[in-house]
């Protein structure tokens, strides 16, 4: 809900409207928001902090962070098949077109922000593609069955 309204609050200002402190506001209690979604996810999510080491994250990388929290609490699959289908990281043909453009926009928020942070932190300055995001999620789901996290439901 932050986060939209940050987003309108930053499309007002396309119309010349001056929101600068607006922004700034909304932009600390997001951050704040983001720094306690971390905080309970490492008392929550066992091996949360060695999840996030394989995948190359600090405890400097809040969007990264809480990406990965969001994708181990909503992503319950342990296969990388039912996993694209949940995300919605697919091409629908014609005959299964409806049937498969079902998915998840909040678990597929979250990959976006975890592929970014990776992203960034391998020096690539690009939005990411959906083959981008298919190798995040192939990593995370290899390193939580690493983990032993796999069957049971990244103890959300």
């Not at 990965?68 to 299964?96: C, D, I, P, Q, W």
């Not at 083959?131 to 990244?154: E, F, P, S, W, Y």
Request: proline letters at 2%.
């Amino acid at each position: 809900m932050l986060y939209k309204n940050l987003q309108r609050t930053r499309n007002t200002s396309i119309f010349d409207v001056d929101v600068e402190s607006d922004v700034e506001i909304l932009e600390k209690r997001l951050k704040d928001v983001k720094r306690e979604i971390v905080e309970k996810a490492v008392k929550l999510i066992p091996r949360f902090t060695d999840i996030a080491k394989n995948l190359g994250l600090d405890s400097e990388d809040i969007n990264g962070l809480t990406g990965l929290a969001g994708e181990l609490v909503y992503n319950r699959y342990t296969s990388y098949s039912s996993s694209v289908r949940f995300h919605g990281l697919y091409k629908a043909n014609a005959h299964n077109a409806r049937k498969m453009k079902r998915y998840n926009s909040k678990a597929q928020r979250f990959l976006l922000m975890l592929t970014n942070t990776i992203l960034w932190k391998n020096g690539e300055y690009r939005p990411p593609r959906c083959k981008d995001l298919r190798k995040v999620l192939r990593m995370v789901i290899g390193v939580r069955k690493q983990t032993g996290l796999a069957g049971d439901g990244a103890g959300a």
